[in-house]
């Protein structure tokens, strides 16, 4: 009896902590990584900003976690968020557009359980503003 119930909190235990939404799979984890980061896209005119609130990069978070993304229009220009495109930087890029595109509108992306496995993960994230100006930004997630 002891046995069975162990096993069953078990189970049960695990089957808690997995209750986010897949941002990224263990089997796209496991994929050769990238050798282009590519960090940043500059021009002339300054086009939206793409800040990471959360999880900040520098630290070590744990799944699922909150993953938000502030969009900053300039110049009297406003973010166009259905141009928002997201891929995990990996030998061939994984699109990830499809799972953030429910979690994104004009002010961002504010994904609030996002499951990921362990290890350090970029993410390559370009948005559009009104005036057709381009911005990419790398998202980097630290997970234990």
Known sequence: MRTMLTAFSAFM?????ASGEMLITPSEAALAPSDDVGMQLRSITRGPSLDQI???PATRVRSPFALKIKFIG???ATVDPETMKASYLKLAPVD???RLRKYTNSDGIDMPDAEVPPGTHLLRVELKDSLGRVSISIIKLVVE
């Open 74 to 76: 300039h110049n009297n």
């Open 54 to 56: 959360s999880p900040n």
């Open 96 to 98: 990830l557009t499809g």
């Open 13 to 17: 235990l695990l089957g808690a902590q």
